[in-house]
């Protein structure tokens, strides 16, 4: 991981337009709100940081670890987050319509109203996830995923989704 001048700081201010995140220390940070639609911000530590109510639509975030990340109300849609940890992410009313969510681990993360309408959850793992009220139209999975669903979240992507 590069630098840490940003690991626990108060950045939801920051503009980052012209800052290089990728491979940053970003961990425990406060970035609520934070502008950062279309960056590049792959193998970046995120692990515990407020990123409540930010813009991170289409943005590249491969191989980020948001570990017990705030993510409520994000907007993640057409975001790519190829094998991306969000293991324990709060995810409560996120919009992550037509993101790829190729291989993320989503284990014991709270999708509850979150919308994936759209998205690419081949290979995603929601062992433990909380996905009450959670909008799976055309997404597309696969039998892995669904082997990690609950019995509930399982018949609603089934419904709503389409299998690869």
Do not use: P
């Amino acid at each position: 991981m590069g630098s840490d001048v940003f690991r626990k700081r108060d950045l939801s201010k920051v503009n980052f337009e012209y800052e290089d995140l990728i491979g940053r220390n970003l961990s425990d940070s406060c970035m609520r709100g934070a502008n950062l639609k279309n960056r590049d911000i792959h193998n970046a530590d995120l692990r515990c940081a407020d990123l409540s109510k930010a813009d991170l639509s289409d943005a590249i975030l491969f191989y980020v670890n948001l570990r017990g990340a705030d993510m409520r109300e994000i907007n993640l849609s057409n975001a790519k987050l190829w094998d991306a940890d969000l293991y324990g992410a709060d995810l409560q009313d996120a919009d992550i319509r037509g993101a790829d969510l190729f291989y993320t681990d989503l284990r014991n993360a709270d999708l509850s109203g979150a919308n994936l309408s759209g998205v690419n959850l081949r290979h995603a793992n929601f062992e433990g996830a909380s996905l009450t009220s959670t909008v799976f139209t055309d997404a597309n999975y696969d039998l892995h995923t669904l082997n990690t669903l609950s019995e509930d979240a399982r018949k609603a992507l089934k419904k709503q989704g389409k299998s690869w």
